[in-house]
């Protein structure tokens, strides 16, 4: 069933608010720019339009996939050759847009090709009662196509109303059968097309968390923390957004208790280069809404 005509309009402007500030952000990235002042202008912007982050901005470089953002104390700046992928969540309401791109500033043309070339054709292919699996199809033969690999164990996912990750699951590879697809379904596909081994594993460095469980805390620190995070209503949160000299003990404590999740950054083999192209779409009775075109 499609969603009613009031949601439909939160999903449709906030899709427009993001695409329209993830295009604008991606200008301001050139070699010699600050990644902190990139971040900041994006997640500044999506504020202006009053509307909400759904997560921090993710800006992940060359072989870093996904759930890298600034740290605090930010010193990288963009060079000649990086490979840039900016993702976007924003909300109004609760309802969810999440759109990426990636910056080439270097030579890699034909590898954001394949992951634009991948989102395209899923996206051409969503209707009610085509499997999740065989948009995985889709995906795989066109980032193979051009002698990349799709990365196997990154994929889009469902959306609801505060929550970035619900089912059905978009593999980006060839699945037997997966989910039916069904007229009102909100979803995210995501291709990633990679020089590596088209698997991420997690790194050591962390800057995005999530508050998943609601516990009583004795620490002081920590108990700033959730206080600082109420208003997310569960949604992720970066290490920067807490300002507090013991965040990262509080953070670490509330990891413990099984409060907070952390999302590591995750990256395929050093050296390689990974892009991604995103796009939210909702499911009509022959065809798709692509919210964030
Ligand atoms: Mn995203
Ligand atoms: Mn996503």
Redo the contacts with the bound molecule.
């Keep these: 069933m499609m969603p009613d005509d009031e949601v439909l309009a939160y999903y449709r402007d906030a899709g427009k608010i993001a695409s329209k500030v993830l295009k604008k952000g991606a200008s301001l990235i050139r070699a010699g720019s600050r990644v902190l002042d990139v971040v900041e202008c994006i997640e500044q912007m999506a504020g202006e339009n009053s509307a909400g982050l759904a997560f921090p901005l993710?800006l992940s470089f060359n072989e870093d996939a996904a759930h890298d953002t600034a740290s605090p104390d930010e010193q990288r700046i963009f060079s000649e050759g990086d490979v840039v992928k900016l993702?976007?969540?924003i909300h109004l309401e609760g309802y969810i847009a999440?759109?990426?791109l990636t910056v080439d500033l270097g030579d890699h043309g034909l590898l954001l090709e394949a992951s634009i070339a991948a989102l395209e054709k899923a996206i051409e292919i969503v209707r009610p009662g085509v499997t999740s699996g065989a948009l995985g199809a889709a995906i795989q033969g066109e980032i193979e196509a051009r002698g990349f690999r799709p990365i196997t164990n990154l994929t889009g996912h469902g959306l609801a109303r505060y929550s970035i990750h619900t089912p059905p699951n978009i593999p980006n590879i060839s699945f037997p059968g997966g989910a039916k697809l069904e007229e009102g379904m909100v979803f995210?596909i995501?291709p990633f097309a990679s020089t590596g081994s088209g698997r991420v594993s997690e790194k050591s460095r962390v800057e995005i968390f999530q508050q998943t469980a609601v516990k009583p805390v004795r620490l002081h620190s920590a108990r700033k923390v959730l206080d600082s995070v109420r208003d997310r209503r569960g949604m992720p949160f970066a290490r920067r957004w807490i300002e507090d000299g013991k965040q990262d003990i509080a953070l670490a404590s509330l990891i413990n208790q099984g409060i907070v999740r952390s999302y590591p950054v995750l990256s395929d083999i050093p050296g390689s280069l990974v892009s991604q192209h995103?796009h939210t779409i909702i499911v009509t009775s022959d065809g798709c809404i692509v919210t964030t075109a």
């Design positions: 993710n993702d976007l969540g999440d759109t990426a995210a995501e995103e």
